[in-house]
């Protein structure tokens, strides 16, 4: 059977570790003839010179679904991989992705995004802000963009990634997908490496505010019924209720990451106290944005 042409698409905007990842992308086991690179936003052409990439220039983009869509459309493949330029990709990444994509029904499918720092908070941000994408079993479910293949064609059916959204974009993809009647799939056989450096505590705090405060409930507001979390997320929106619920539900968060993970991760319960800080940080965050809406010019995102 012929194998499909490929556009793997990357937001840029961190050289150094944008070339740990194309040099990743070179050692593919999918055949390079087949494969376009397109790496977009402001100065992706410095790497132009020493990488098989078609560089996308753009102005400094802050909203990534503004990046992918950028891409999407210059993109030649059948198929879209979207990947973030701090997640290294295993060498059958693409492989795996295909096989994904071409099982009936599928509308889109993510990846296992294992940290590479063994730091003890690095590890409390996997499981906090990636939980869901430790496991090592598949599971139908929202997937994140950090990896994420679909079919060009589903794409541009669905209209692809919302471009007024800072946070939360994949989201927002994943429910539209699923109204149109497809299915997103989590494949632990798709691997990255997300070398997100974030190590001590007060970066996870900061991390977790940031997501919070910038996305809201905007997007749980547009698909109470896709999601049992959505339902319960806006059963206590209102400002002066949703701060006696933020332990409850951040509680109940934590609970079901360590269930799913902890006969994989045994250390998770180390982990627990601060994964409820996280959710925590982030609920109130989201408060915040309950009462004074989001003004991302006035937002600067913590690294």
């Known amino acids: 059977m012929t194998k499909p042409h490929v556009s793997i698409i990357i937001p840029f905007s ?22 376009e690179i397109l790496l977009v936003g402001a100065q992706s052409s410095v790497l132009s010179q020493h990488y098989a990439i078609k560089a996308v220039e753009t ?18 493949g059948k198929y879209l991989l979207f990947l973030d330029d701090d997640c290294a990709p295993a060498a059958n990444w693409i492989e795996e992705n295909i096989a994904a994509l071409g099982r009936p029904g599928i509308g889109a499918v993510g990846g296992q995004i294992t940290g590479k720092s063994r730091a003890f908070f690095a590890r409390c941000v ?60 989590y494949q632990p056989a798709i691997k990255v490496v997300h070398d997100h450096r974030r190590t001590t505590l007060s970066a996870l705090l900061r991390y977790s505010y940031f997501y919070g405060r910038v996305s809201g409930l905007h997007v749980k507001r547009l698909y109470p019924g896709l999601s049992r979390r959505n339902k319960i997320l ?54 915040r944005w309950l009462f004074y809406g989001t003004h991302p010019q006035r937002i600067v995102k913590t690294e």
């Open 59 to 76: 102005k400094p983009i802050y909203y990534p679904g503004e990046a992918r869509n950028i891409g999407a459309h210059e993109a030649t």
């Open 234 to 287: 806006l059963m206590v929106q209102q400002p002066h209720l949703y701060p006696l619920m933020m332990l409850p539900i951040s509680l109940g968060a934590t609970l079901n990451i360590v269930r799913l993970t902890v006969r994989e991760y045994p250390a998770v319960l180390l982990y627990a106290p601060f994964i409820v800080a996280s959710k925590l940080a982030s609920h109130i965050g989201i408060w």
């Open 126 to 185: 996997d499981f906090s802000r990636f939980g869901f994408y430790q496991i090592g079993r598949e599971r139908e479910m929202v997937v994140c963009s950090a990896s994420l293949g679909v079919a060009k064609e589903v794409f541009m059916e669905v209209g692809g990634f919302d471009e007024t959204l800072r946070s939360e974009e994949d989201m927002d993809f994943c429910f539209r997908l699923q109204a149109h009647g497809y299915r997103t799939l």
């Open 14 to 35: 961190r050289k150094e570790q944008t070339q740990v990842v194309l040099a990743c992308l070179e050692q593919q086991t999918y055949p390079a003839d087949l494969v």
